[in-house]
Each structure stands twice: as C-alpha cells, then as structure tokens.
C-alpha cells in the first residue's frame, strides 16, 4: 500500500499541490498530493468502492533514505487549516530531534478505549450544557470494552454495545407509547449515536485509522418490518375506490 510505503520511506509517486484549499483538494485525482504551502505536508486521495473518494493526511520528515511519516487525520474531519497546523506540530518536534512517529504509533496502539472516553468526555463536558447522556452512554462501553486498546475496538464490539440496551428494554417489555417499535431500538441509535462520535473525534486526532460505529447498517431497526403488503386486485379496488370518493381532499390523504 503506498501509505505504508510512504510511512517506511519508499519511493511513491507525488505531485506537487499548489495552494492547496477545502475547494481544490475536492478536485486532486487520485494519488499523492505535496502541500507547498507547508513543506512536509502531504494528502492522499484513494479511490473506493463503498465510500468514494478518501482523503487523508500526513506529515513527512527526515533525510533522503531515511524519510518518516505520520498520519494526522482525514478530511473533512481534520480539514486543511487544521492539517496544516498540525503538520507544523510534527515538523516542529522532528525539527527538535525528537520522533513523533514512534509517538503516534505509541498513541494507536498503546491508548485504552477508557482512557479516550475520559478525555473525550472531559471536551464535551467544556462544550455541551447536557452531556449527561453522553456520559451514560459511553460508561456502558467502557464496561464492555473499557479495556480494550482504541485503536483494536471493533465494528463487533459497537454491535454488542448497541444490542445490550435492546436487550435491557426487552426485559421489561413494550412502553404502550411505542408498542410498535422494537423495544429499545431507539435508545439503542442514541447510544449508537455517542459512540459513534467519540470514535469519529479519536479519528480526528489521530488516535484512530477508521470509525468502527459509522457502518450505516449498525442502527437498530425502529420500526417493525411490514408483515403483509396490497396485492394487484387489491390494489386496484384501492384505487378505484379513490377515484369515486367526491371529497377529494380524503382521497389526497389515502
């Protein structure tokens, strides 16, 4: 893969990017990308099946043949002022002898999905008046899954999170208000909802490849599925029934 090509130091094919903005970097084909706004800054844009095109980026450093890279984020979560700045970050502690490689492989790898919640949590706390829920929410996680490195959660442990509050509704039984859903599916898509974005911010800074909550076919079904539909001749009476009716504002709502 030209990413782990990249991050190794091997040769891959770049062209340069000038004045690289939210609006030309939606334009860039596919391949690798050098910012001359800031040297060292670089987008990959890959080409996929399920979700299109990708654009993640990443900051390279070191001498000829002895060249590093770190992954900083993908667009448009980390958008170009935001990359850039970062890029600045990781150039900056290389320019200072230190290695910020082996400090971001240490932060994928090493960070408990606990230890992100708290962080996380602690930033929505600064910004939301009712975090509350927020909080409910991710410490049935961190029951499950708490210690678990972030970066090996997976879309299996974002199922079973979501499937233990289906399971804790169903124990007590249908609310009348809501006896045709299925129970607790929708607090099971809230709950979703959170988790979700906490991954989504752990992508953002970096913490994270990819967000194991996002898959579409995750959310819990509200409705019940339909048990029986109109068949041709029913249909038809159905219609013709519509065509006699003399107030036509009843036949615009059937």
Known sequence: MDDERLKQGQTVAVTVAPNLTEKTLLKLPAGWHRSTSVPGLYLLVRETRKRGKTRTFYARFGTRGRQQAVRLGVYPS???????????????????????????????????????????????????????????????????????????????????????????ETKRGPKPSSAAAKPGAVRANRALAALKAC????????????????????????????????????????????????????????
Do not use: C
């Open 78 to 168: 980390l958008n170009v002022a935001a990359a850039e700045q970062e890029a600045k970050k990781v150039l900056g502690k290389a320019e200072l002898g230190q290695d910020p490689a082996t400090e971001a492989r240490q932060r994928r790898t090493g960070m408990l999905f606990r230890e992100w919640v708290d962080d996380y949590v602690a930033e929505v706390e600064k910004t939301r008046k009712r975090a509350g829920d927020v909080r409910r929410y991710l410490a049935v996680a961190v029951e499950q899954f708490g210690r678990t490195p972030l970066a090996h959660v997976k879309p299996a442990d974002a199922a079973a999170f979501r499937d233990s509050f289906i399971r804790e």
């Open 199 to 254: 991954l989504a911010a752990g992508v953002k800074a970096g913490h994270l490849e990819a967000n194991v909550a996002a898959a579409g076919d995750l959310r819990a079904d509200v409705s019940p599925p339909r048990r029986r539909v109109r068949s041709d001749d029913e249909q038809r009476r159905l219609l013709k029934a519509l065509d006699a009716e003399p107030d036509w504002i009843v036949a615009a709502v059937v």
